[in-house]
Nanobody, 123 residues
Framework: QVQLVESGGGLVEPGGSLRLSCTVV????????MAWYRQAPGNQRELVAG???????NSADSVKGRFTISRDNAKKTVTLQMNSLKPEDTAVYYC?????????????????WGQGTQVTVSS
């Protein structure tokens, strides 16, 4: 069974920084895309930033120049460094991973979500 373990959320003042981490635990054989999404109250879940298996990254226009996504394949971890935080960055942040695992003796494509971690930007 595969699980995503998130850490690093919290309360920070505007202009501050936070670092979110997500580690893949369990029987995953191949990790393809890794990403962070967020969902604010009353809003749909949106992509914040993603990184492919080959290391290519993309991010939402609203966070460009402020947030950086990176991955460590050996540690099966994806990290989101968030700088110059704004009140509008307040949301629950979710880790997302796409990959392959063995289920019932068959290699299967699956995706997984973390449980979410709250980020609050407020003075």
């Amino acid at each position: 069974q595969v699980q995503l373990v998130e850490s690093g959320g919290g309360l920070v003042e505007p202009g501050g920084s936070l670092r979110l981490s997500c580690t893949v635990v369990g029987n995953i054989l191949i990790i393809n895309d890794m990403a962070w999404y967020r969902q604010a109250p009353g809003n749909q879940r949106e992509l914040v930033a993603g990184v492919t298996g080959s290391g290519s990254t993309n991010s939402a226009d609203s966070v460009k120049g402020r947030f950086t996504i990176s991955r460590d394949n050996a540690k099966k971890t994806v990290t989101l460094q968030m700088n110059s935080l704004k009140p509008e960055d307040t949301a629950v942040y979710y880790c997302y991973v796409d990959g392959k695992t063995i289920q019932n003796y068959v290699l299967r494509q699956r995706d997984w979500w973390g449980q979410g971690t709250q980020v609050t930007v407020s003075s």
